[in-house]
């Protein structure tokens, strides 16, 4: 019974490691451009790493509430 369980775990599990469906359609996270997600991995000084720095200042920006609205 143990080792049923055991492989019938094992045949779920190895169907849920990767981020690609069965279309051949990867998923990205929600709410990240393109120029975040690059800015992940990035370099700290390379021009990936300041689209990204300057998307998140972009983003800042528009939520900052102006005073008097």
Not at 17 to 43: I, V, W
Not at 44 to 59: G, H, I, N, T, V
Request: hydrophobic fraction near 30%.
């Amino acid at each position: 019974m143990r080792r049923a369980i055991l492989v019938l775990c094992t045949l779920l599990m190895a169907g849920c490691n990767t981020n690609q469906l069965e279309t051949g359609y990867t998923y990205t996270p929600l709410g990240d451009s393109p120029n975040r997600r690059r800015g992940y991995y990035a370099d700290p000084f390379s021009p990936e790493a300041r689209l990204s720095q300057q998307d998140r200042q972009a983003d800042v920006e528009q939520r900052r509430q102006i005073p008097g609205q």
